[in-house]
């Protein structure tokens, strides 16, 4: 298998061949077992877009991780239709009935045969409906995944109502000034009209999923000094920790971000608000999970 390079490669499911991208770095160990990264992409977008977004790739050379961008297929021709069957009603992957999760199992099976990967140590995360899915995939794939990283959309309201077993730790990331996903209930409820609707809230999102872990915690909160102050977004973090001492989850609100990836490019989607340069999210995300499997 290549390394040091981005290298295009396909899975077949069910008689169908689906798409990704993967990078080895150049200076991961042969004889031991290398931390596997997930990372997808938002809806209409694809994986070659996704590695510029994130740079996941170029923190997997320093951090010795392999990382893999799946790419969803686009089910009829409009270019928005290329999304990831996160579960919600009028997703055109949902009512194709397009199986991401059975993409998903099977690129990791494979990745678990032909490569050393720990199986302790496989990560998933994602970008606005890749940031959906992401926790869908930690719902319905139970003990696959050792930590979730979402940044710019949340849950699903369909899976509020569901008991889940013990989830991985959470960490997320929105912008309070989001113009395509509600950053909260009030939001979706006012007189703004939002690309995405059926989702949950960023804070009823981590709420309920600090709940499947733990029905006694509490919220530490403290606002990051700035990097710079010729960015107008400041970055408040919250620490989720149960009475066990446990951090179930991690929920950073960009204030004044908008639904943009933090730290990548200046210049993203027009429309999309502004660009938050006070973290950036690719390190602040693996560095969770970095946090995840080194206790």
């Given at each position: 298998m290549k390394r040091g390079e981005l290298v295009k490669d396909t899975v077949d499911i069910a008689g169908e061949t689906r798409k990704y991208l993967y990078y080895i770095p150049v200076s991961l160990k042969d004889n031991s077992a290398a931390p596997m990264l997930l990372s997808f992409h938002?809806?209409?977008?694809?994986?070659?877009?996704?590695?510029?977004?994130?740079?996941?790739?170029?923190?997997?050379?320093?951090?010795?991780?392999?990382?893999?961008?799946?790419?969803?297929?686009?089910?009829?021709?409009?270019?928005?239709?290329?999304?990831?069957?996160?579960g919600r009603e009028g997703?055109?992957?949902?009512?194709?009935?397009?199986?991401?999760?059975?993409?998903?199992?099977?690129?990791?099976?494979?990745w678990k045969t032909s490569f050393h990967i720990d199986a302790n140590k496989v990560y998933a995360t994602g970008f606005s409906n890749g940031s959906s899915f992401s926790l869908k995939l930690a719902l319905e794939m139970p003990g696959a995944f050792a930590a979730v990283g979402a940044v710019g959309a949340t849950l699903p309201a369909l899976y509020q109502n569901k008991q889940a077993d013990e989830l991985p730790p959470l960490l997320f990331i929105?912008?309070?000034?989001?113009?395509?996903?509600?950053?909260s209930?009030?939001?979706?409820?006012?007189?703004?009209?939002?690309?995405?609707?059926?989702?949950?809230?960023?804070?009823?999102?981590?709420?309920?999923?600090?709940?499947?872990?733990?029905?006694?915690?509490?919220?530490?909160?403290?606002?990051?000094?700035?990097?710079?102050?010729?960015?107008?977004?400041?970055?408040?973090?919250?620490?989720?920790?149960?009475?066990?001492?446990?951090?179930?989850?991690?929920?950073?609100?960009?204030?004044?971000?908008?639904?943009?990836?933090?730290?990548?490019?200046?210049?993203?989607?027009?429309?999309?608000?502004k660009v938050c340069s006070q973290i950036t999210a690719s390190k602040v995300i693996f560095g969770f999970f970095q946090s995840s499997f080194t206790k």
């Open positions: 938002g809806a209409g977008s694809d994986a070659a877009y996704h590695t510029r977004l994130t740079s996941f790739h170029k923190l997997a050379e320093t951090e010795q991780f392999i990382v893999v961008y799946p790419e969803s297929k686009q089910v009829n021709a409009d270019p928005l239709s290329k999304q990831w069957n996160d997703n055109p992957a949902y009512e194709a009935g397009v199986n991401d999760v059975q993409f998903v199992e099977e690129l990791i099976s494979q929105m912008g309070n000034d989001d113009p395509i996903v509600p950053f209930e009030a939001d979706g409820n006012g007189e703004h009209t939002y690309a995405i609707d059926g989702l949950l809230g960023a804070k009823a999102t981590v709420e309920w999923w600090v709940n499947q872990t733990s029905t006694s915690w509490k919220v530490t909160k403290e606002r990051l000094d700035p990097l710079t102050l010729h960015d107008p977004t400041r970055v408040e973090e919250n620490i989720y920790t149960t009475n066990e001492g446990k951090i179930a989850a991690a929920l950073y609100i960009v204030k004044g971000g908008g639904h943009t990836w933090p730290g990548g490019p200046k210049v993203q989607s027009p429309g999309f608000g």
